[in-house]
């Protein structure tokens, strides 16, 4: 990881142009420290708008050489053979996932590999190369985590562009994805605690990303991109459907809609026109999932439970009717307040009007708070008498306007685009 006193430098490729034009992307799972972090949740960089040129007549080592020129010491360009050999040629017995990129395996590098790399387990995605969309992908993760390092993104520690193949190179996270703990039947289910520790750390990487001077849209915010490592210590991954966000006077940036079913915000799906508020509202459907152990869109439910949001919302700001929708799992082990308090944050989150929505700063202040509450429910019973505070740790009292509003409207589906 760069070191603090390293000052920042953005970069500027020559290499690609990063137009809206990529695949429908759906990711699937690939498989530091315990520091605590300022309010301001860490000094942020000055990130400016990259500028990429046409790659699709480059050649491989020309990327490579603009690469290695940016980047330097930061990140390791890697030989396709050496990646081979730590993966024991991208052996099945080291999969750890796959999805529409393409395949994930474990790799081990020994100190013998390369100078001033440490032994250590890593994560090696191998990209499937599909015309140039597969490639603007894999520059896109390059450059933006080359660039960000924070304790909540996870770390890139190189690539590997070699003719036709793409390939990244990043840590090893041991506990895989939260997708993986809070919906695979074979996985022990998350304490309560870990929860709230989870959604705290994915939401200072996202306020990380908000942050910079020009803010960076992550766009594909959901829990299979949410990586944890020994501790649960939350790790945001995927940068390739990334965006700078608007620039100047503007207000929003437009694009063509690309992200993740049940995730996206209903204007984004609409307008086109992406925020950073986009990403607060996919923040907020995974404050439901973990809420309720729920994924976010479930064909297999009746008509009316399909869609997490839609399903979930009249229960949120109904302290008597909450505990119906908690996550059976927990087994009413849970902190009854902070569960409350979680509900009003997520409804906040998803309101249908972007403004509505909180900043991630006073959603990390939220979260944070719900550590202190000692209360733990000992059955899914009813909530405590006390009645709720107009405004509490930043939830404003338009939650429970927006609830008498009846603002239940379903979100339009996002259509699948495969030309580039």
């Known amino acids: 990881m760069k070191k603090q006193s390293k000052p920042w430098r953005p970069f500027t490729a020559n290499c690609c142009s990063v137009e809206d034009k990529t695949i429908f992307s759906n990711f699937s799972r690939c498989r530091p420290s315990r520091s605590e972090f300022s309010k301001d949740v860490a000094p942020l960089p000055s990130f400016r708008r990259l500028s ?3 790659l699709s007549r480059s050649s491989s080592t020309r990327i490579n050489e603009d690469l290695a020129q940016s980047f330097g010491s930061d990140l390791h360009d890697f ?14 017995n080291f999969l750890l996932g796959e999805g529409g990129f393409g395949t994930v395996h474990k790799g081990y590098i020994d100190e013998n590999l390369r100078q001033g790399l440490k032994a250590q387990a890593v994560a090696v995605k191998l990209l499937d190369i599909e015309g140039l969309q597969g490639h603007r992908e894999w520059l896109a993760e390059v450059i933006f ?5 924070h304790p909540h993104l996870v770390k890139l520690i190189g690539y590997c562009c070699e003719d036709e193949e793409r390939l990244l190179v990043y840590e090893f996270m041991p ?4 997708e993986n703990h809070l919906f695979k039947r074979i996985s022990i289910s998350l304490p309560w605690g870990t929860r709230v520790k989870i959604a705290i750390g994915a939401a200072k990487g996202l306020a990380f990303l908000h942050g910079a001077e020009q803010p960076v849209i992550y766009r594909d915010f959901k829990t299979s991109n949410i990586l944890l490592d020994s ?4 790790k945001l991954s995927d940068f390739g459907l ?16 690309m992200g993740t079913y049940g995730y996206a915000a209903p204007e984004y799906i609409s307008t086109g026109h992406l925020t950073t508020r986009s990403d607060v509202y996919s923040f ?9 152990g729920r994924r976010s869109l479930e064909k297999a439910r ?4 399909q869609n997490l949001v839609d399903w979930a919302k009249p229960y949120l700001t109904s302290s008597r009717r909450l505990r119906c929708i908690m996550d059976p799992r927990l087994a009413g082990q849970y902190s009854v307040k902070g569960a409350k308090e979680m509900a009003l944050l997520a409804f906040q989150c998803v309101s249908l009007n972007p403004k509505d929505r909180p900043k991630m700063p006073g959603v990390i202040e939220t979260l944070e708070n719900l550590q202190h509450y000692k209360d733990m429910a000992i059955t899914c019973g009813q909530w405590p008498a006390s009645s709720p505070k107009s405004t509490r740790n930043g939830v404003s009292t338009k939650v429970r306007m927006e609830s008498k509003r009846g603002y239940h409207r379903k979100s339009s589906p996002i259509t699948p685009s495969k030309k580039a």
């Open 52 to 54: 990429f040129s046409d």
């Open 175 to 178: 506990r895989g994805s939260l």
């Open 79 to 92: 030989q396709l053979s050496e990646l081979r050999a730590i993966t024991q040629n991208f052996s099945s």
């Open 284 to 292: 907020g459907v995974v404050l439901l999932e973990l809420l309720t």
């Open 302 to 305: 009746p008509k009316s439970e």
């Open 145 to 149: 985590l080359g660039q960000l390092r």
């Open 231 to 234: 501790d649960f210590t939350a």
């Open 242 to 257: 990334a965006k700078m966000g608007p620039e100047g006077s503007n207000t929003h940036v437009t694009t063509r809609v």
